[in-house]
């Protein structure tokens, strides 16, 4: 089947100017050969849209020009659809993409697509809403919120609302709930991650894998803001273990496993931020992998 190419542009994601990049990105695809339209993206997530579109016009691909926010809402509404879906990274922190090896130049993210080369990509559910990279509690949601209200966007904006943060920051009760075990920790934030990283390259899960089935939990638990900055690195680092699942129980310092479904009791209602977009927090959390839920274009494997 011939390829055609939807792209979903988001005018506000990042910083950079959208009208140079969708001159590259309009250019490199006539190159290309490839026949494509440009569809801007919606401030409400719902792409339903361009279900007809997208069947009557026969496209092969929807490549977002956008961040994570756009990309979880894109993706959400649209994979049911026998489409692949592309990422042009143009977000403040852009974590799926990287996760997935996407360059960050628009050229060199343009060519991944052109190969045509895809893998089957994991998302994961946090009581029913969609995740396909990142959901976390406590102080990065409070970033995250703090993000989405600051009147830019880019990462430098985002390092200045985690160095505002960070003195406040104070640590939240959770109650860990696993099929094999379950404990009470306090924890300054907790990440449920299926991508790598928080966005720019920032590992917070250096074992994540978009295709194994499984979600790498990190808990940075209750301790000294010097320490949590030493643990921090070091979890950064690759230097904290993945532990065994049925091994995992309280301890100071960062906590790392991997597991499909966990439960959460968020006693003290801490933040929550879902691929990067502040959502409303909830006192129980069911979170479930949705193994192999979409079609990514990158040559990563
Ligand atoms: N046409 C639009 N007008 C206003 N807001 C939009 C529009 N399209 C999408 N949005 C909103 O833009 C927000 C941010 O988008 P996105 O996540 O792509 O960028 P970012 O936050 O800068 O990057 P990242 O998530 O990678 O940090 C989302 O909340 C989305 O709903």
């Given at each position: 089947?011939?390829?055609?190419?939807?792209?979903?542009?988001?005018?506000?994601?990042?910083?950079?100017?959208?009208?140079?990049?969708?001159?590259?990105?309009?250019?490199?695809?006539?190159?290309?050969?490839?026949?494509?339209?440009?569809?801007?993206?919606?401030?409400?997530?719902?792409?339903?849209?361009?279900?007809?579109?997208?069947?009557?016009?026969?496209?092969?691909?929807?490549?977002?020009?956008?961040?994570?926010?756009?990309?979880?809402?894109?993706?959400?509404?649209?994979?049911h659809?026998?489409?692949?879906?592309?990422?042009?990274?143009?977000?403040?922190?852009?974590?799926?993409?990287?996760?997935?090896?996407?360059p960050?130049?628009?050229?060199?993210?343009l060519?991944?697509?052109?190969?045509?080369?895809?893998?089957?990509?994991?998302?994961?559910?946090?009581?029913?809403?969609?995740?396909?990279?990142?959901?976390?509690?406590?102080?990065?949601a409070?970033?995250?919120?703090?993000?989405?209200?600051?009147?830019?966007?880019?990462?430098?904006?985002?390092?200045?609302q985690?160095?505002?943060?960070?003195?406040?920051?104070k640590?939240?009760?959770?109650?860990?709930?696993?099929?094999?075990?379950?404990?009470?920790?306090?924890?300054?934030?907790?990440?449920?991650?299926?991508?790598?990283?928080?966005?720019?390259?920032?590992?917070?899960?250096?074992?994540?894998?978009?295709?194994?089935?499984l979600?790498?939990?990190?808990?940075?638990?209750?301790?000294?803001?010097?320490?949590?900055?030493?643990?921090?690195?070091?979890?950064?680092?690759?230097?904290?273990?993945?532990?065994?699942?049925?091994?995992?129980?309280?301890?100071?310092?960062?906590?790392?496993?991997?597991t499909?479904?966990?439960r959460?009791?968020?006693?003290?209602?801490?933040?929550?931020?879902?691929?990067?977009?502040?959502?409303?927090?909830?006192?129980?959390l069911?979170?479930?992998?949705?193994?192999s839920?979409?079609?990514?274009?990158?040559?990563?494997?």
């Amino acid at each position: 089947m011939k390829r055609k190419i939807c792209y979903i542009l988001n005018p506000i994601s990042g910083t950079g100017s959208k009208d140079m990049l969708s001159n590259v990105v309009a250019k490199e695809t006539l190159k290309a050969g490839i026949a494509f339209q440009f569809f801007p993206s919606v401030a409400s997530g719902d792409y339903s849209f361009l279900f007809d579109t997208i069947t009557e016009e026969r496209y092969t691909d929807v490549v977002i020009i956008g961040g994570d926010g756009t990309v979880n809402q894109v993706i959400d509404s649209l994979k049911h659809l026998p489409v692949r879906f592309g990422i042009i990274p143009s977000g403040s922190g852009n974590g799926l993409a990287f996760g997935a090896g996407i360059p960050k130049t628009p050229v060199k993210a343009l060519k991944v697509i052109f190969k045509n080369r895809w893998m089957p990509v994991d998302g994961f559910r946090v009581n029913g809403k969609f995740a396909c990279m990142l959901c976390g509690l406590g102080f990065d949601a409070k970033v995250a919120h703090d993000f989405a209200n600051a009147p830019q966007r880019g990462l430098m904006t985002y390092v200045n609302q985690v160095f505002k943060n960070f003195f406040g920051a104070k640590p939240y009760l959770f109650k860990i709930k696993l099929a094999e075990t379950q404990f009470e920790t306090g924890a300054y934030f907790i990440s449920i991650a299926n991508s790598n990283q928080f966005g720019n390259h920032f590992t917070i899960a250096p074992k994540a894998s978009l295709n194994d089935g499984l979600l790498d939990v990190v808990i940075v638990t209750e301790q000294s803001k010097m320490a949590m900055l030493y643990n921090t690195l070091i979890q950064i680092g690759g230097m904290n273990k993945v532990q065994a699942v049925e091994a995992v129980r309280k301890k100071r310092g960062i906590i790392y496993f991997q597991t499909s479904s966990i439960r959460i009791s968020n006693r003290n209602e801490a933040p929550m931020h879902i691929d990067g977009e502040p959502v409303a927090t909830e006192k129980k959390l069911n979170i479930e992998i949705e193994k192999s839920c979409f079609n990514l274009l990158s040559d990563y494997l």
